[in-house]
Nanobody, 128 residues
């Protein structure tokens, strides 16, 4: 079982930056594909960015391209989301997600049901 724990959310003003972290632990914490999703009140959970670690391929939502950057630490246990130039429309609960290590995919899934593990979420609120 893999456990994902997000941190780093908070309340910031528009234009500010935040860095979210997602720490993975558990029996098989190497997950070939991981992602950040977000969900605003009354809206569906949407992909912010997915990354395939083996190739470095990424899939960013158009709304965050050029502002958000995904990365991970050298140990491969923590994934980060650097968020710059935050906008009020970025306000949402942000979730870390991962694919089970046994799955072999050649694309980055974009919908929540395709992911096997989820964190509890961290709230990001951007005031105008």
């Amino acid at each position: 079982q893999v456990r994902l724990v997000e941190s780093g959310g908070g309340l910031v003003q528009a234009g500010a930056s935040l860095t979210l972290s997602c720490t993975a632990s558990g029996r098989s914490f190497y997950n070939p594909i991981m992602a950040w999703f977000r969900q605003a009140p009354g809206k569906e959970r949407e992909l912010v960015v997915g990354i395939m670690w083996s190739t470095g391929s990424t899939d960013y939502a158009d709304s965050v391209k050029g502002r958000f950057t995904v990365s991970r630490d050298n140990a491969g246990t923590t994934m980060y989301l650097q968020m710059n130039s935050l906008k009020p429309e970025d306000t949402a609960a942000y979730y870390c997600a991962a694919i089970h290590s046994s799955r072999t995919l050649y694309y980055i899934p974009s919908t929540p049901p395709e992911y096997d593990y989820w964190g509890q979420g961290t709230q990001v609120t951007v005031s105008s």
